[in-house]
């Protein structure tokens, strides 16, 4: 076997190795690529999806109109009655109605209530928040306020 034989197997198994190798490099970058651009395709859909979700899932806590908002003493029981409206586009899940209670401008206690379901565009929903029970009545307070505030 001749030494020119042996360079010519050498140089044959290297440019084989580099073929190898810059076919691996190769495989890689497209890999990359194609993960970046699922990736990007897959979060601009996730986005997508959690803005009908963010806020107060799907409508923005001030597209929920607040109104016909009452306080009933009854039996002992203190509630807070009233309405909420969906004026946005995007129906509304799951958002929080609190009421916080005031005497003379000094914050003094705080109640809320869920509501589940699914509050279309357009559609109302009545709500009762209840402030303490029978036995435990809520602080004494001389006004409320009462807001959306969250959901998910």
């Known amino acids: ?49 959690m803005e009908g979700v963010a806020g107060v899932a799907g409508a923005s806590a001030k597209d929920l109109i607040i109104s016909d908002v009452e306080e009933s003493k009854h039996d002992g029981v203190t509630a807070i009655l009233g309405s909420v409206k969906n004026t946005g586009a995007m129906p509304a899940r799951g958002f929080q109605i609190q009421a916080s209670l005031f005497d003379h401008g000094k914050f003094v206690d705080q109640y809320s209530t869920y509501l589940s379901g699914k509050l279309g565009p357009g559609e109302s929903q009545y709500f009762k928040i209840s402030c303490g029970c029978k036995d435990t009545p809520p602080a004494e307070h001389d006004s409320y306020k009462v807001a959306v505030v969250g959901g998910y």
């Open 1 to 49: 076997m001749s030494f020119d034989h042996v360079r010519r197997g050498v140089l044959d198994a290297l440019r084989t190795v580099g073929r190898g190798f810059l076919l691996g490099i190769g495989f890689c970058i497209a890999t990359g690529c194609t993960y970046a651009i699922v990736w990007e395709v897959f979060m601009s859909k996730q986005m997508a999806a």
